[in-house]
């Protein structure tokens, strides 16, 4: 099983950032996935999350209206779109999968939002 996300790097306050997590070893049409981020000196918060089949998505509401989540299941990918970025998103982004009794999680990618 792996999870790799990638896209993250330095971006200006107000600016855009599509993060991929590319996945393998397990059926990713099963799996519910999420991202969840750390941002320094702080703990995990869930950021959004998406059902296998990508018919119900949630997020935080720091993230409501900026943030977008979503799959292409013939790809085993899991996306986010970030638009409107700021400060307070400065964080690593994680990407998880669950199914059943089963958890993975990526190494993460970084996101620094900064002028």
């Known amino acids: 099983v792996q999870l790799v996300e990638s896209g993250g790097e330095l971006v200006q306050p107000g600016g855009s950032l599509r993060l991929s997590c590319a996945a393998s070893g397990f059926t990713f049409s099963s799996y519910y996935m999420s991202w969840v981020r750390q941002a320094p000196g702080k703990g995990l918060e869930w950021v959004s999350d998406m059902a296998g089949d990508g018919g119900r998505t949630n997020y935080v509401d720091s993230v409501k209206g900026r943030f977008t989540i979503s799959r292409d299941n013939a790809k085993s990918t899991l996306y986010l779109q970030m638009n409107s970025l700021k400060p307070e998103d400065t964080a690593v982004y994680y990407c998880?999968?669950?199914?059943?009794?089963?958890?993975?999680w990526g190494q993460g990618t970084q996101v620094t939002v900064s002028s």
């Open positions: 998880n999968a669950r199914a059943f009794a089963n958890n993975h």
